[in-house]
T-cell receptor, first 110, second 116 residues
């Protein structure tokens, strides 16, 4: 099984940088995903990490440490449209399905 | 091209009724997944299809839930004798590769099911 923890809520200011942490405890591991979900909409893919280190994609970066069971999503130059829920999901080593955390609701204020 | 589509977008039914939820994956995607998301929670896995067959149905909560994908494309999630606790958003996702281990799942907009 999997246990995935992430903060429930975070607030930040437009133009700032925010880091959303995710810790996981798994019986197997075959990758960690971050998704963004606006209220009432589908989750949209942001990033994927399977090896240790930082993956950068525009304003968004994601980091993984497998030995620590830890990941973070870094959002730079925050915009109002970044207000959304950010979901951390782990793929078990033996399956292709994802186990999601409860999501972190990010509120960006002017 | 078109993304994952789901119909209906909203479904209101009465306790005890039968409902069908439809998912049309991205063209060419062989893997299809159903998840359920309750308010304030992350999506919870229900069932995974590889082609026409259910490769993993361990997330189905009980035998009232059933899903099919007869031609390896469109899938239908069927819920019998609905209960108020079944109320949630039902999300469908699809992915491209045949092994499902390395590729990304793309989600549809979901069907919001309300059981009165």
């Amino acid at each position: 099984g999997q246990n995935i923890d992430q903060p429930t809520e975070m607030t930040a200011t437009e133009g700032a940088i925010v880091q959303i942490n995710c810790t996981y405890q798994t019986s197997g591991f075959n990758g960690l995903f971050w998704y963004q979900q606006h209220a009432g909409e589908a989750p949209t893919f942001l990033s994927y990490n399977v090896l240790d280190g930082l993956e950068e994609k525009g304003r968004f970066s994601s980091f993984l440490s497998r030995s620590k069971g830890y990941s973070y999503l870094l959002l730079k130059e925050l915009q109002m449209k970044d207000s959304a829920s950010y979901l951390c999901a782990v793929r078990d080593g033996g399956y292709s399905t994802l186990t999601f955390g409860k999501g972190t609701m990010l509120l960006v204020s002017p | 091209g078109a993304g994952v589509s789901q119909t209906p977008s909203n479904k209101v039914t009465e306790k005890g009724k039968y409902v069908e939820l439809r998912c049309d994956p991205i063209s060419g995607h062989t893997a299809l997944y159903w998840y359920r998301q309750s308010l304030g929670q992350g999506p919870e896995f229900l069932i995974y299809f590889q082609g026409t067959g259910a490769a993993d149905d361990s997330g189905l909560p009980n035998d009232r839930f059933f899903a099919v994908r007869p031609e390896g494309s469109v899938s239908t999630l069927k819920i019998q004798r609905t209960e108020r606790g079944d109320s949630a958003v039902y999300l469908c996702a699809s992915s491209l590769s045949t092994d499902g281990f390395t590729d990304t799942q793309y989600f549809g907009p979901g069907t919001r099911l309300t059981v009165l």
